[in-house]
Nanobody
């Protein structure tokens, strides 16, 4: 059983930075895709950033490209999302997910149903 636990969410001012962490425990696979999704009240879940170990592929939503960085620490099996230049529209509950390693770019960010394991989420609130 794979367990994911996010941390690092907080309330910040616009222009600030945060780093989210996702600790992964349990059975792991050599090749997988792991991602950050977010969901704001009244909105659909949105893929923010994804990383697939096969080919070391990374994908970003256009709204965060250049501001957010996804990374993976294999030593302690932790996924990170470094967020800079935060905007009020980044306010959402952020969740990490893990799924199969052969996801396409469209699937990695666009199809949450492709992911098998999810964390509970951590809240990020950006005030103007």
């Amino acid at each position: 059983q794979v367990q994911l636990r996010e941390s690092g969410g907080a309330s910040v001012q616009a222009g600030g930075s945060l780093r989210l962490s996702c600790a992964v425990r349990g059975v792991t696979y050599r090749n997988y895709c792991t991602a950050w999704f977010r969901q704001a009240p009244g909105k659909e879940r949105e893929g923010v950033a994804a990383l697939c170990t096969e080919g070391s592929r990374t994908y970003y939503a256009g709204s965060v490209n250049g501001r957010f960085t996804i990374s993976l620490d294999n030593a302690d099996n932790t996924l990170y999302l470094q967020m800079t230049r935060l905007k009020p529209e980044d306010t959402a509950k952020y969740s990490c997910a893990r799924g199969p390693g052969d996801l396409t770019s469209l699937q990695a960010l666009g199809d949450p149903d492709e992911y098998n394991y999810w964390g509970q989420g951590t809240q990020v609130t950006v005030s103007s």
